[in-house]
């Protein structure tokens, strides 16, 4: 088979990756063709951001055991066992960043997956892997005003594949919107539920501003349960503005102030445009900017405040 071409930001096959108990190369680090989660999609993941500090020559890993605790919720539910708990887990990341070296900004991914040889359409009783790998990683979406597309594939039900569990398999659905997002020019989708109201983005939660307010979806309307959701939530109360859980109909998407993605890779992305109609006024609205601004400056550690959301990789 002739071999396509790769994206720009195909993953180095470098360093140091672990694998079902052991710091392997990362070339090593290697599965079977047969294995149940390259058939089926019965994979859970998370991804993680560590950020470069230069003046503190430190690397920070953010909210690194939020993501193990839920990725021990994703695993619950779709019956795979973690190797460990979230505090065992999170010290293997830490361990595989200090064997790399890294001193960039760094994208860590855990993968927990059925590993079993097997033809066998189920999920109980089948032998689990377990891995990580990290690398240098910059941004994912564009923070300086991006444009989106409401997408015509809904979001994946609770009734059918739990979006609260972040399940490979699924990221399909994401694949399908974002893909129909970039034939009308826009960056990210946008999903509806079932029932018509707004969900989330294709890899990150939505935030609209609404009469001064942040209004995002509850965490009943197919959404993952986002970490830099959570995160801002508590940024956004500090800064003084009202956060708002409650569903969210498209055409609010119309006549909002702001709008905003987050998620670990999207970080904070402001969004201009959705669906050829500007948002707000059409530039990236003074919320959005005062909300990056402190994440950023937070999970990078030239702010000091919330110690307790970074770790220090180093020393
Ligand atoms: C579908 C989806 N929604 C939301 C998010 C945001 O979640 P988090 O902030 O925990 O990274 C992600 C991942 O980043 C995602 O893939």
Partial sequence: MKAGPSPANEIPEAGTAYLDGAFVPFADAKVSIATHALQYGTGVFEGIRAYWNPS??????????????????????VRIDLPGDA???SEIVLELLRRNAFRSDVYIRPLAYKAARVVKVALHGLRDGFGIYAFPMGGYL??????A????????????????????GA??????????????????????????????????????????????PPVTDDILEGITRQTIAELARELGYAFIERSIDRTELFVCEELFFCGTGAQ???????????VGDGAVGPIAKAIGERYFAIARGDDASHPEWRTAVFG
């Avoid at 890899?203 to 307010?213: E, H, K, P, T």
């Avoid at 904070?268 to 500007?278: E, F, I, L, N, S």
């Fill in 56 to 77: 503190h020559e430190q690397l920070y890993v953010f909210r690194l055991r939020e993501h193990f605790e839920r990725m021990t919720r994703s695993c619950r539910i």
């Fill in 268 to 278: 904070v992305a402001p969004c201009v445009k959705v669906d050829g109609r500007q």
């Fill in 87 to 89: 505090d065992e887990l």
């Fill in 142 to 147: 564009s923070t300086g005003g991006l444009a």
């Fill in 149 to 168: 597309h409401t997408s015509s594939w809904r979001r994946i039900s609770d009734e059918a594949i739990p979006a609260r569990a972040k399940v490979s």
């Fill in 171 to 216: 990221y399909i659905n994401t694949a399908l919107a974002v893909d129909e997002a970039g034939e009308h020019r826009a960056e990210e989708a946008i999903f509806l539920t079932a029932g018509g109201h707004v969900s989330e983005g294709g890899g990150s939660n939505l935030i609209m501003v609404r009469d001064g307010a942040l209004v995002t």
